[in-house]
């Protein structure tokens, strides 16, 4: 790469496309593109290392003045992690906490999205199409998140065994309304217009406009000033959103405040999934969310509610430590693998959940998947991000 007049020569690694572009006024644009077109650009780990390689290379960059995040395509930002490499790794480590390898990916990936939120610079995600899990995990942190009329926005891990990890703990239960916890619930998807009324996106804009916007962002007036250049770039994006109006779907937020408020209302989680999956009203949206809940794993329903609880105090750094180890927990238990193979290796949908029902889940259960492994090197892998308050 470049400080000259001219673009970079764009370089594609494993599955991500760097390149830099030179504004009008010197300083250089850094785009990053997902480029795994045929997978919706889930994240391998290839492509989290080298995205976060780079991102921290365009931070400490004086020249480089605004980052840009988005993937290959119309189909899709990023629809989360490579759950079927995963599912492999699973097979052969099934009892083993930490799994080395995947206590490895989570935490390359963790540390990716603790960088995304604390980013120096203004970091443009372009979030149209499905944008799910880890996508979402890479799009929530940043400081510019832009959504479509095409965007397909959720954290669907109740289908599959997990729960919602990447941050989500942190950033889901922050949305008013409850919102976030009815997502985390029930893995139900949302528009555009929902996030930007949920506070996990900032500009609606329509997805024609992406590369209008593109080849108007080295015009902008570019500063060496971060914030400044946030400012700059949020003017940009406001005035496309202007343009934006007639494209903006309803919002289901909106819509259904009352039945979610309804839904999750209390303190018990086996209260709302109840409440959930007897819903008999004729809303498609909320049937939907009421029958994947239905479907899904009572282990990571409450998983998604336990980890909004305990984490209400906690520092993004410290949710991101207690998620890492209830994933590692859930890596060993089998749950995780059994919804993978269910969704998408035998791809029956038909999960053998252990335990099946909410009524069959112990406290001891759920206490067991926050107990923190003994660690390869006698400290938390994440210890680093700031000061911790784990173990």
């Given at each position: 790469?470049?400080?000259?007049?001219?673009?970079?020569?764009?370089?594609?690694?494993?599955?991500?496309?760097?390149?830099?572009?030179?504004?009008?006024?010197?300083?250089?644009?850094?785009?990053?593109?997902?480029?795994?077109?045929?997978?919706?650009?889930?994240?391998?780990?290839?492509?989290?290392?080298?995205?976060?390689?780079?991102?921290?290379?365009?931070?400490?960059?004086?020249?480089?003045?605004?980052?840009?995040?988005?993937?290959?395509?119309?189909?899709?930002?990023?629809?989360?992690?490579?759950?079927?490499?995963?599912?492999?790794?699973?097979?052969?480590?099934?009892?083993?906490?930490?799994?080395?390898?995947?206590?490895?990916?989570?935490?390359?990936?963790?540390?990716?999205?603790?960088?995304?939120?604390?980013?120096?610079?203004?970091?443009?995600?372009?979030?149209?199409?499905?944008?799910?899990?880890?996508?979402?995990?890479?799009?929530?942190?940043?400081?510019?998140?832009?959504?479509?009329?095409?965007?397909?926005?959720?954290?669907?891990?109740?289908?599959?065994?997990?729960?919602?990890?990447?941050?989500?703990?942190?950033?889901?239960?922050?949305?008013?309304?409850?919102?976030?916890?009815?997502?985390?619930?029930?893995?139900?998807?949302?528009?555009?217009?929902?996030?930007?009324?949920?506070?996990?996106?900032?500009?609606?804009?329509?997805?024609?406009?992406?590369?209008?916007?593109?080849?108007?962002?080295?015009?902008?007036?570019?500063?060496?000033?971060?914030?400044?250049?946030?400012?700059?770039?949020?003017?940009?994006?406001?005035?496309?959103?202007?343009?934006?109006?007639?494209?903006?779907?309803?919002?289901?937020?909106?819509?259904?405040?009352?039945?979610?408020?309804?839904?999750?209302?209390?303190?018990?989680?086996?209260?709302?999934?109840?409440?959930?999956?007897?819903?008999?009203?004729?809303?498609?949206?909320?049937?939907?969310?009421?029958?994947?809940?239905?479907a899904g794993s009572p282990t990571s329903a409450v998983l998604g509610f336990e980890l909004q609880r305990r984490t209400r105090e906690l520092s993004l750094a410290d949710t991101f430590?207690?998620?890492?180890?209830?994933?590692?927990?859930?890596?060993?238990?089998?749950?995780?693998?059994?919804?993978?193979?269910?969704?998408?290796?035998?791809?029956?949908?038909?999960?053998?959940?252990?335990?099946?029902?909410?009524?069959?889940?112990?406290?001891?259960?759920?206490?067991?998947?926050?107990?923190?492994?003994?660690?390869?090197?006698?400290?938390?892998?994440?210890?680093?991000?700031?000061?911790?308050?784990?173990?």
């Amino acid at each position: 790469m470049n400080s000259g007049s001219s673009p970079s020569a764009p370089a594609e690694i494993a599955g991500v496309r760097f390149e830099e572009i030179p504004t009008q006024h010197g300083s250089r644009l850094g785009f990053a593109r997902l480029n795994a077109e045929k997978s919706l650009n889930a994240l391998a780990h290839d492509m989290i290392r080298l995205l976060d390689a780079q991102l921290r290379r365009w931070a400490a960059d004086p020249d480089i003045a605004c980052v840009i995040l988005h993937g290959a395509g119309e189909k899709a930002f990023c629809a989360g992690g490579d759950i079927r490499s995963l599912y492999q790794l699973l097979k052969k480590h099934p009892d083993t906490v930490p799994n080395p390898t995947a206590l490895v990916y989570f935490t390359d990936e963790y540390r990716l999205d603790y960088l995304i939120h604390r980013y120096p610079k203004p970091l443009l995600v372009w979030g149209s199409g499905i944008v799910l899990g880890g996508g979402l995990g890479l799009m929530a942190g940043a400081s510019h998140r832009v959504v479509t009329e095409t965007s397909r926005i959720g954290m669907p891990e109740v289908t599959i065994g997990l729960f919602p990890d990447v941050g989500a703990s942190w950033f889901l239960q922050r949305m008013a309304m409850r919102t976030g916890l009815f997502m985390a619930l029930t893995g139900v998807q949302i528009n555009g217009h929902d996030a930007v009324v949920g506070g996990l996106a900032d500009y609606l804009l329509r997805s024609t406009d992406r590369d209008t916007l593109f080849a108007r962002l080295p015009n902008a007036a570019w500063t060496t000033d971060p914030m400044e250049n946030r400012e700059v770039l949020s003017a940009l994006l406001r005035e496309f959103a202007s343009q934006a109006t007639g494209v903006m779907p309803a919002s289901n937020f909106k819509a259904c405040e009352q039945e979610i408020q309804s839904f999750c209302r209390g303190e018990s989680v086996a209260e709302m999934v109840s409440r959930i999956v007897r819903y008999d009203g004729d809303v498609d949206w909320l049937k939907r969310a009421s029958a994947t809940l239905a479907a899904g794993s009572p282990t990571s329903a409450v998983l998604g509610f336990e980890l909004q609880r305990r984490t209400r105090e906690l520092s993004l750094a410290d949710t991101f430590r207690l998620e890492l180890i209830v994933t590692l927990q859930c890596c060993a238990r089998p749950d995780l693998a059994e919804g993978i193979r269910a969704l998408l290796i035998d791809k029956d949908r038909k999960p053998q959940w252990q335990p099946r029902t909410m009524e069959k889940i112990t406290p001891q259960w759920i206490n067991g998947h926050f107990a923190a492994p003994v660690w390869p090197d006698g400290r938390h892998p994440l210890a680093d991000l700031e000061n911790s308050q784990l173990a």
